[in-house]
T-cell receptor, first 114, second 111 residues
Framework: DAGITQSPRHKVTETGTPVTLRCHQT?????MYWYRQDPGHGLRLIHY???????DKGEVSDGYSVSRSKTEDFLLTLESATSSQTSVYFC?????????????FGEGSRLTVL | QKEVEQNSGPLSVPEGAIASLNCTYS??????FFWYRQYSGKSPELIMF????GDKEDGRFTAQLNKASQYVSLLIRDSQPSDSATYLC???????????FGSGTQLTVLP
């Protein structure tokens, strides 16, 4: 158990509303990631963080922002949700000291935008 | 665009058989390769990684890497119904600091 919890686990919202997903870890890992998973696309990186207040964009960052004000929390915000952002969102941590492909994932947050 | 390609399946094998899952990657700069297993409705979990050409064995799982052919595979020996899941291949490039996932192969092991 990598000590990662995501909230909410399920959310239904309407187009144009803001949405924030939270990822909380208990083991002080430096690297945290947000991915989305859609049928036929696999996992795609949205944003990642390499420390408090240190974040960078991933492959599909448009329409998303992130914040990390504490080591343990990494927030993903959709400022104005669109139907194309309906997806399953996974938070992940890397236990190493740098980027690697070794990731541990949270349980996922299923977001539906109507 | 860096790509990792997998046959989406579904791949069905009988219980006790060897399941062979394949993956190709486009970025020759990729240095390490990962296999994740994802049960339906669950999150991915890392089962194997490989950095060097050749085979790497861990229990019933063997990962194979051929960098010249840009090919990675995962063999599951003595397949069990509990191995039924989607298997995700991922390639990591240190220079690009990027991990790219394939879309996964769905495996069903028939009792």
């Amino acid at each position: 158990d990598a000590g990662i919890t995501q909230s909410p686990r399920h959310k239904v919202t309407e187009t144009g509303t803001p949405v924030t997903l939270r990822c909380h870890q208990t083991e002080n890992h430096r690297y945290m990631y947000w991915y989305r998973q859609d049928p036929g696309h696999g996992l795609r990186l949205i944003h990642y963080s390499y420390g408090v207040k240190d974040t960078d964009k991933g492959e599909v960052s448009d329409g998303y922002s992130v914040s990390r004000s504490k080591t343990e929390d990494f927030l993903l915000t959709l400022e104005s949700a669109t139907s194309s952002q309906t997806s399953v969102y996974f938070c992940a941590i890397s236990p190493g000291t740098g980027h690697t492909g070794e990731l541990f994932f949270g349980e996922g947050s299923r977001l539906t935008v109507l | 665009q860096k790509e990792v390609e997998q046959n989406s399946g579904p791949l069905s094998v009988p219980e006790g058989a060897i399941a062979s899952l394949n993956c190709t990657y486009s970025d020759r700069g990729s240095q390490s390769f990962f296999w994740y297993r994802q049960y339906s409705g669950k999150s991915p979990e890392l089962i194997m990684f490989i950095y060097s050409n050749g085979d790497k064995e861990d229990g019933r799982f063997t990962a194979q890497l051929n960098k010249a052919s840009q090919y990675v595979s995962l063999l599951i020996r003595d397949s069990q119904p509990s191995d039924s899941a989607t298997y995700l291949c991922a390639a990591y490039s240190g220079s690009a600091r990027q991990l790219t996932f394939g879309s996964g192969t769905q495996l069903t092991v028939l009792p």
